[in-house]
């Protein structure tokens, strides 16, 4: 299906997300002055937000595109938890899959904003593997929704906050595979060489560079291929994509018509980077479920990407805006796909 199409058809995809699941919290005011305690801004705090966030923000984007989402994920049973499972309930994202549990504190990540920018970020979090019985927990209702052969696509979101074990995601990735549901992954070092044989392997740059442990140059396309090529050979994934920030994505397919190719990003105003991995991984594999062609499928994630880096905070990717890039550029791409 062609990428328009696709995006003008995602109400037919169901997606399981599973992963590290965060709250964001925001503390929005005005610098006016320097404290007299230390040479630090005092921020007169005139707002604050909570907003879903790790992988509970992939499920909203994916609620953005229009798709149906389930989340499975661990979190704690304090006030934190329960505002992430009210959030999940008025964005209309499934929580079957939703494990409470006492031993552990739900995550909360509190930006200070100013003006438009990033002051400060304060976390609270354990970050610690989950155990033998929260694994089995979590496996356990995520195959009840696999097994109703309603999910067509399944996302691994890891933030490296023990919610993505070996064994959950070896257990998962093989549910999958015998039930022929998509997985893709959006990793983080602790679980890199995990994800063996999925769907759609997107690291960033700088998760490729940990995972593999060596020295890849941005500004080399020479040295990014070399890299992305090792990582496929290594993990064995269908798809290998990587987002390189400024310099765009690139994904290689040796199985594909176009084995390799570097997308480039086109020119924006960045305000803020968070959240961009997020809307990439969402369009990716929507687009995925929908069998759309592999280079339309990099060319439309990667506009996405970009498009939530224009607004302060993580914020979702609007649809109505990705189909306007997405046709706005789709002949300049096109041909850059047809060049040596």
């Known amino acids: 299906m062609d990428a328009l199409a696709a995006l003008q058809s995602t109400e037919r995809v169901s997606v399981l997300v ?44 994916l609620i953005a595109l229009g798709a149906k989402v389930e989340l499975a994920a661990v979190v704690g049973e304090d006030n934190a938890g329960d505002e992430i499972q009210q959030l999940l309930k008025e964005q209309g994202i499934g929580t079957q899959a939703l494990l409470r549990v006492s031993s552990r504190p739900t995550t909360i990540k509190t930006r200070v904003i100013s003006n438009g920018q990033q002051l400060l970020r304060v976390d609270e979090e354990q970050t610690d ?108 994934p269908a798809v290998s994509m990587v987002t390189l920030s400024e310099r765009g994505v690139c994904f290689y397919a040796p199985n594909s018509n176009v084995a390799y190719k570097r997308i480039p990003a086109f020119e924006r105003e960045i305000t803020d980077v968070s959240g961009a991995g997020d809307a990439v991984i969402a ?48 002949s300049s791409i096109e041909d850059l796909m047809t060049t040596r």
């Open 129 to 236: 593997a989950i155990d033998a019985a929260q694994s089995h927990d979590l496996v356990t209702k995520c195959q009840g929704l696999l097994d109703d052969g309603q999910v067509d696509v399944v996302i691994f979101e890891d933030y490296d906050k023990g919610t993505l074990t070996p064994e959950v995601i070896q257990a998962i990735t093989a549910i999958c595979q015998e039930k022929g549901v998509k997985t893709t992954v959006d990793p983080k070092f602790r679980n890199f060489n995990a994800y063996q044989g999925v769907d759609l392997f997107k690291p960033n740059l700088k998760e490729m560079r940990e995972g593999l442990g060596m020295a890849i140059h941005k500004s080399s396309d020479a040295s990014i291929e070399q890299a992305v090529q090792r990582m496929h050979e290594h993990l064995q």
């Open 283 to 330: 369009v990716a594999s929507v687009l995925l479920a929908l069998d759309v062609p592999l280079w339309q499928i990099a060319a439309v994630a990667n506009l996405a990407g970009g498009l939530v880096c224009e607004k302060v905070g993580v914020v979702t990717v609007e649809l109505n805006r990705l189909v306007s890039e997405w046709e706005k550029h789709r």
């Open 18 to 61: 599973i992963g590290d699941v965060m709250l964001d919290a925001y503390l929005i005011g005005q610098v006016n002055r320097i404290s007299p305690e230390a040479p630090v801004p005092v921020v007169d705090v005139q707002q604050r937000d909570k907003r879903l966030g790790g992988a509970a923000n992939v499920a909203k984007n």
